[in-house]
């Protein structure tokens, strides 16, 4: 849809997140690139935003921003739907105004997670907790607009801080920092998922651009799915980590907020991203605590 990169403008919300900042960084030299986040667009200001993508007219608007903190939207139900859901509307209908084409994030949080082959483009969303409520109301603009590409992805981890996390801080940099802390550290085997690089994902949503691939629903993901305490015996196994590790159950994590069991995303549609060990072993060498 965009193939003339070089020649278009591209603006990027939620440029400073823990995705949008490879976005930035990926999508830099290749168009006139429009950034902004919170302190300059707030996009749940419906007004703001219109204005804003009627005065920038970009070609393509790729959606980083979202209400992130799983648990927090357990309390905080309306922040949760104006972010990932009304501002979605209103962004598609100010994207539409222009003819802009839109790139949006959503999460295997949109499925129960009972699928015991996993999800691909098609399935259904089953959403279990608040958060995957939101996305997957948010989604259902993005699908609905001929110009939409909707890019489903999972357990994100990168070099920015996860800004909407409370901690700011991704799995693999709270295990290193957990190992330096505790004496033991325990992390739940019973939920599996695809641990995914951002700065993999954010050189896909390239590719797909500059690629011409239609708009519709990717699931863009590294490969293959693992437990949380497989990918921390990873991170102990890069970083020569000592200290002692125990795998329990999700039950035992005591988390308030119901999560899916097996969110496992399937790609179809695109090349399939590298393995996840490949990924995290590129970030650990690029980046440490
Ligand atoms: N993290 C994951 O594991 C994961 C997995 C699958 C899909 N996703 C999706 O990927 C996308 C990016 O996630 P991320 O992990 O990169 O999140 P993030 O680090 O929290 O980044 C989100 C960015 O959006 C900004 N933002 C928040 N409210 C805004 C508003 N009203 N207007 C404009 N900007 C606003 C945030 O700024 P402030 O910090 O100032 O609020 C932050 O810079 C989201 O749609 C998320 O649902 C994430």
Request: charged content about 20%; hydrophobic content about 40%.
């Amino acid at each position: 849809m965009i193939e003339q990169l070089a020649n278009s403008r591209i603006l990027i919300l939620g440029a400073r997140g823990m995705l949008g900042t490879d976005l930035a960084s990926e999508f830099s030299g290749t168009a006139e690139l429009f950034l902004l986040d919170k302190e300059e667009l707030d996009i749940t200001n419906e007004v703001a935003l219109k204005t804003q993508i009627t005065a920038l007219r970009p070609g393509l608007i790729i959606n980083a921003t979202g209400y992130t903190d799983v648990a927090g939207a357990e309390r905080n139900r309306e922040l949760a739907f104006n972010l990932n859901c009304e501002a979605v509307k209103h962004l598609v209908a100010a994207a539409s105004e222009v003819e802009a084409a839109v790139i949006h994030f959503s999460t295997e949080y949109v499925f129960n997670g009972q699928a015991e082959d996993g999800y691909d483009e098609a399935a259904a969303v089953s959403p279990l907790n608040v958060y995957g409520e939101s996305k997957a109301a948010g989604e259902s603009f993005i699908k609905s607009y001929q110009r939409g590409y909707l890019i489903r992805s999972s357990w994100l981890y990168g070099q920015a801080p996860q800004r909407g996390k409370p901690r700011g801080l991704n799995f693999v940099d709270t295990i290193i920092k957990l190992a330096s802390e505790q004496s033991l550290v325990k992390v739940v085997n019973d939920e599996w998922g695809k641990l995914t690089y951002t700065r993999d994902l954010a050189k896909a949503v390239k590719q797909l651009i500059s690629g011409g691939y239609a708009p519709g629903i990717y699931h863009l993901v590294n490969e293959t799915e693992a437990t949380w305490y497989e990918i921390a015996q990873a991170v102990y196994r890069l970083k020569n980590i000592t200290t002692p590790l125990a795998p329990i159950s999700s039950a035992e994590y005591a988390g308030e907020v119901k999560r899916p069991a097996r969110a496992v995303l399937i790609n179809t549609k695109f090349p399939r991203l590298r393995p996840w060990p490949r990924a995290l072993t590129d970030y650990l060498n690029i980046f440490t605590l």
